[in-house]
């Protein structure tokens, strides 16, 4: 089938602008005295679909500013659970170290959509972490997805 050239380049456009409406922009993000973190990934607006290229570095502890603390990278490879749609944003990471000592390190967001700011969920965290001893500690969170 042949294509005149301006319909070809009608079709191409869409081609390109269809893929970036399917998908949003989330971000988390907390600083306070014991934990530090931004959670930054794409979301996908149809039914079921994975979050994709999810990210942090999660620095937390209660032995000194969170700014002092190791850093623990969280992927989306390590996202054991989440829970989203336009009420509910729930994300769970948990990733263990065994090439030394054993430790493990679990962030769990969980949120309610802001009645009056579409987009944006405020809500908790929970970091579980243990190195030498347990470590847990809970605070605030706003997330946003578009």
Same mark, same amino acid.
Not at 6 to 28: E, K, Q, R, W, Y
Not at 79 to 87: G, K, P, R, V
Not at 109 to 115: E, G, K, R, Y
């Given at each position: 089938? #042949?294509?005149?050239?301006?319909?070809?380049?009608?079709?191409?456009?869409? !081609?390109?602008?269809?893929?970036?409406?399917?998908?949003?922009?989330?971000? @988390?993000?907390? +600083?306070? *005295?014991?934990?530090?973190?931004?959670?930054?990934?794409?979301?996908?607006?149809?039914?079921?679909?994975?979050?994709? *290229?999810?990210?942090?570095?999660?620095?937390?502890?209660?032995?000194? =500013?969170?700014?002092? +603390?190791?850093?623990?990278?969280?992927?989306?490879?390590?996202?054991? +659970? #989440?829970? #989203?749609?336009?009420?509910?944003?729930?994300?769970?990471?948990?990733?263990?170290?065994?090439?030394?000592?054993?430790?493990?390190?679990?962030?769990?967001?969980?949120t309610q959509a802001d !009645?009056?700011?579409?987009?944006?969920?405020?809500?908790?965290?929970?970091?579980?972490? #243990?190195?030498?001893? =347990?470590?847990?500690?809970?605070?605030?969170?706003? @997330?946003?997805?578009?």
């Amino acid at each position: 089938m #042949y294509l005149p050239p301006i319909a070809l380049s009608a079709v191409m456009l869409l !081609a390109g602008i269809l893929p970036a409406a399917a998908t949003g922009t989330l971000s @988390c993000s907390v +600083q306070d *005295q014991h934990v530090a973190f931004d959670i930054m990934g794409v979301v996908p607006h149809g039914s079921g679909d994975p979050l994709l *290229q999810l990210r942090t570095e999660l620095r937390a502890g209660l032995d000194g =500013p969170a700014a002092d +603390q190791p850093v623990v990278v969280f992927t989306d490879a390590m996202l054991t +659970q #989440y829970w #989203y749609d336009e009420n509910v944003l729930n994300l769970r990471f948990y990733t263990e170290d065994n090439s030394g000592a054993f430790s493990s390190s679990e962030l769990l967001i969980t949120t309610q959509a802001d !009645a009056e700011q579409d987009g944006f969920f405020p809500g908790r965290y929970h970091v579980s972490l #243990y190195r030498d001893g =347990p470590v847990e500690i809970d605070g605030e969170v706003i @997330c946003s997805a578009d």
